[in-house]
């Protein structure tokens, strides 16, 4: 199971993130120099194999997978 993960680095400060919409919970597009429906689209557009990194003077985000075991908590064990 996959869960997708951004890495934000501002400086030498790095946090992770599970989607662009909690990135921009805690910073704003002015803190990051780029607006989320732009890093959005900037994402789509890259070509496949791509390395899904923006980079601008303030940051750089860094788009990828985070391999998870898929969880049975919560569930009826099956007879």
Known sequence: MERTI??????????YFGSPAS??????????GIAQASLNNYF???PDGEE????NKICVIRKGS????????GRKKQE
Not at 6 to 15: A, R, T
Not at 52 to 55: G, T, V
């Open 44 to 46: 789509s557009r890259l």
């Open 23 to 32: 990135l921009y919970d805690k910073h704003s597009a002015e803190e990051l």
């Open 52 to 55: 899904l990194i923006y980079r």
């Open 66 to 73: 985070l391999y998870v075991k898929p969880s049975t908590r």
């Open 6 to 15: 951004l890495h934000l680095q501002i400086g030498e400060s790095h946090e």
